[in-house]
């Protein structure tokens, strides 16, 4: 019997979202930043306006919805459900307010797209767009990829509790790389700024070196870091990684996205010594093999098509395309156009794969992830072997994910369903770009872009297209970052006010 | 949080790096020799 | 007869320059029909027209440019040998030069790793940039300052009110 939910719910809910909301002004001064550096006004105040609307709703939280009470995991849920929606809203003000987005809707997409680091982009005129608004657009996604919640755990809670785990939890990462939830995140937050700092460097050198202004070449560099390492797939320009004709860029991003593929965890373990740990993780493993099957795919249908006759062409925009879709970032060097019109449909087909199939858990990417489809062909494996030997054998199954788990019931459980949920949030999304009037194969491309939070784009995302088709593919990103179980709270939540018992 | 020493880190960045590298280099290997045996094999 | 002989080799000379030859008439395309006809374009000589974004990337043998049309934006290599005289690339603070390109195109650049791009044989400036002015609006100025009022005072109360709980 659900229970009615109560004020001292909804205080514990607004609490902490007004803490979050806070976290997330503090966040929307560092454009300020920029734009003071590059002496651009008016995207200043665009981000003053939405740093001070963040701390005005934040405080006004806090005190009407002052209470002590411990957050439990329905609460948990709920809290990272809405902040999420509460997040893209209120990033979407700095973005409209820059008019390079024809509605607010569109701006709420970008965000959401930034946010959950997907990729597909509503913005008008991005060449003329200004440095202080790319770099938002930008750090929206490094925030995302680390997550929302873990931002506010680092920095504003100086102790772990049972509550701040839930919450934790919710943002679809069960995993805890430390025994503590805040040295969690924050050990998550060193990984990142290592690589932000390595990774712009790099970036940074490189885009010099391939004819980049200095000033230009780091800032560039900064944002693809944020993007490649986060598995978003912005870029300042509009042509994306297309615009610097840079074989050895696209290299160094390559690199990046396998590192934001990584389980944190597994970065964890690299990093204290156990190296082996790569290649005796199943979710390295699985990754290995559905990246081999995809290409194979992809392979078979490029050659036929006769399209890349020579090996680096062949590789870089075979294999990037492919990577670039698996780990869930979404950066091309291709135009949409070509993928209708160039690559056959069983390529097409190969890379709706992988990016359906996504990356690790506990990383930045999205997707149904590697450990579940490691797991259920782990159980596969398992029945077959149980048919094939005496019925009176007891078979134990294991797998080895940063230790030996004995395979049960409940591991394949849990990823069976979340894998159905994926698919029937991938065919959904299809059926709804069918609706209005998209091919099959399109349709379920950007569906599954959207829903896996890769950002590739074969067309349909555009200023044009259907605003009921922007809100779907909206409310897709934001269950596919969350992995489907907070929100089912929250719509629980909302009918139980209404249904649920006093 | 516990790191050991900061030498531990180092080394493991660059084992990821390089092992992107290794990933990267796997692929390329086999991109070039499909396109070498498309050649050898359909002689275009 | 001789009138007719010539106006023969003047119609002639016509129908050589109208026939799909090179460096005669360039088809003046979008970017949108050169990216989706990008096979039957394949090598041809095309004409294209837009403005000029971003900075140009020099290399060695030359400088990339990329220039969008409205639609898209195309990558034009242009080789060392061919002049080109930039006053604005465009961005934030600027509108980019409208260049006119003439120059063979390709679908996948053997030379460029497989890129969609063209191969510049010569750039005319048709519009110089200009810079972009960006005031800041008086409506953003006044949303700011009562923002700004609203905060103040929100902040002051939560203040006073976190220090009667401490004592509290």
């Known amino acids: ?502 | ?44 | 007869m001789i009138k007719k002989a010539q106006l023969v080799i003047f119609f002639l000379f016509l129908a050589f320059c109208f026939a799909r030859t090179n460096n005669c008439f360039a088809d003046e395309l979008s970017s949108g029909e050169l990216i989706k006809n990008a096979k039957e374009y394949d090598g041809k000589t095309v004409s294209y027209e837009g403005e000029l974004i971003g900075e140009s990337l020099k290399r060695k043998e030359g400088t990339w440019l990329n220039i969008h049309d409205g639609g898209d934006a195309l990558g034009v290599w242009v080789p060392v040998k061919v002049a080109i005289n930039i006053h604005y690339a465009g961005g934030y603070k600027a509108t980019g030069d409208r260049l006119y390109v003439t120059g063979k195109f390709h679908r996948s650049c053997s030379m460029h790793g497989g890129d969609l791009d063209m191969h510049a044989h010569k750039i005319i400036t048709k519009e110089i940039g200009r810079v972009r002015p960006h005031g800041v609006s008086s409506y953003k100025q006044d949303l700011l300052k009562y923002l700004s009022g609203a905060l103040l005072c929100l902040l002051v109360i939560f203040l006073i009110l976190q220090k009667r709980q401490k004592l509290i």
């Open chain 1, 1 to 502: 019997m659900i229970l009615r939910p109560q004020i001292n719910d909804l205080k514990i809910i607004g609490f902490s979202l007004g803490k979050l909301i806070c976290a997330l002004g503090f966040v929307m001064l560092l454009p300020v930043v920029i734009g003071v550096v590059f002496s651009e006004a008016s995207p200043v105040f665009d981000f003053l306006i939405a740093s001070e609307l963040c701390f005005i709703s934040g405080i006004l939280l806090l005190l009407l919805c002052r209470t002590q009470t411990e957050i439990d995991w329905m609460h948990g849920m709920i809290i990272v459900a809405l902040a999420w929606l509460v997040a893209a809203f209120l990033g979407a003000i700095p973005l409209y307010l820059s008019g390079h987005f024809v509605s607010f809707l569109d701006a709420c997409f970008e965000s959401m797209s930034g946010f959950s680091t997907t990729g597909l982009t509503l913005v008008k005129d991005l060449d003329h767009l200004s440095l202080t608004h790319n770099f938002w657009r930008h750090l929206s996604m490094f925030v995302g990829g680390q997550g929302i919640v873990v931002i506010a755990l680092s920095v504003f809670m100086i102790k772990g509790s049972a509550g701040a785990f839930r919450i934790y939890a919710s943002e679809a990462r069960d995993e805890r790389v430390l025994p503590n939830v805040i040295s969690t995140a924050r050990f998550i937050w060193l990984v990142s700024i290592v690589y932000l700092v390595l990774g712009t460097l790099v970036l940074g050198t490189v885009g010099f070196l391939e004819g980049l202004s200095l000033k230009r070449a780091f800032f560039d560099g900064a944002c693809i870091f944020m993007a490649a390492f986060d598995t978003g797939g912005f870029t300042p320009r509009s042509q994306n990684m297309l615009y610097y004709h840079s074989f050895l860029l696209e290299t160094v991003t390559v690199s990046l996205m396998i590192l934001g593929a990584i389980n944190f965890n597994l970065h964890y373990h690299i990093w204290t010594g156990n190296r082996k740990e790569v290649f005796k993780n199943i979710e390295m493993r699985t990754l290995g093999i559905t990246l081999l099957i995809t290409f194979a795919i992809i392979v078979v249908d490029l050659l036929r098509l006769n399209l890349y006759p020579q090996s680096i062409p062949f590789f870089r925009k075979g294999f990037y395309q492919l990577i670039s879709a698996h780990t869930g970032t979404g950066y091309s060097n291709l135009y949409s156009m070509q993928f209708v019109r160039e690559w056959g449909n069983l390529s097409l087909v190969g890379i709706i794969m992988a990016m359906g199939l996504g990356g690790s858990i506990c990383s930045t990417t999205g997707g149904i992830k590697a450990l579940r489809v490691g797991v259920i062909f782990k159980s596969l494996i398992q029945d077959v072997k149980q048919i094939m030997l005496p019925e009176s054998t007891v078979l134990q199954q294991k797998f080895h994910h940063l230790k030996m788990i004995v395979l049960e019931d409940k591991h394949v459980r849990a990823a069976v369903v979340t894998v159905l949920l994926y698919f029937t949030l991938y065919s959904a999304g299809a059926i709804c770009g069918m609706f209005f009037g998209y091919p099959f194969l399109e349709s379920l491309f950007e569906s599954t872009s959207a829903a896996a939070n890769v950002g590739l784009s074969i067309g349909i995302t555009t200023v044009t297209m259907p605003s009921a088709l922007k809100v779907i593919y909206i409310l897709q990103m934001w269950a596919g970052r969350l992995e489907f179980i907070s929100i089912f709270v929250l719509l629980g939540f909302i009918v139980a006010a209404f249904k649920g018992k006093k």
């Open chain 2, 1 to 44: 949080m516990r790191i050991k020493t900061i030498g531990s880190s180092v080394l493991g960045i660059i084992f990821e790096i390089l092992f992107t590298v290794f990933i990267m280099a796997v692929f390329f290997i086999i991109s070039s020799l499909i396109t070498l045996a498309r050649v050898w094999v359909f002689g275009i």
